[in-house]
Nanobody
Framework: QVQLVESGGGLVQAGGSLRLSCAAS????????MGWFRQAPGAEREFVGRIAWSVGTTFYADSVTGRFTISRDNAKNTMYLQMSSLKPEDTAVYYC????????????????WGQGTQVTVSS
């Protein structure tokens, strides 16, 4: 089992920045991928981005490209989401996810999920 715990959410003004963390514990893996998703009230869960755990390759949704950056610290088993130039439409609960298979992650399937952290961007 893998446990994922997000932190770093909060209230920020439009144009501001915020960094989310996702700490993994339990069974960890050297391959696979971790991803960020978000869900706004009344909306479906939306893919934000992912990182290949071993090589650090990242991929982002068009809506956040150029504003969000995903990184990871292998030694700490932690993934980060640096969010800049935040917009009110970025308001959502942000979830991190992990899967030991990169191919599964490419298809959007993740075995493990965190509990989410709220990000609110005021205009």
């Amino acid at each position: 089992q893998v446990q994922l715990v997000e932190s770093g959410g909060g209230l920020v003004q439009a144009g501001g920045s915020l960094r989310l963390s996702c700490a993994a514990s339990g069974r960890t893996f050297s391959r696979g991928a971790m991803g960020w998703f978000r869900q706004a009230p009344g909306a479906e869960r939306e893919f934000v981005g992912r990182i290949a755990w071993s090589v650090g390759t990242t991929f982002y949704a068009d809506s956040v490209t150029g504003r969000f950056t995903i990184s990871r610290d292998n030694a700490k088993n932690t993934m980060y989401l640096q969010m800049s130039s935040l917009k009110p439409e970025d308001t959502a609960v942000y979830y991190c996810a992990a899967d030991p298979s990169y191919l599964r992650a490419l298809s959007g399937r993740y075995d493990y999920w965190g509990q989410g952290t709220q990000v609110t961007v005021s205009s």
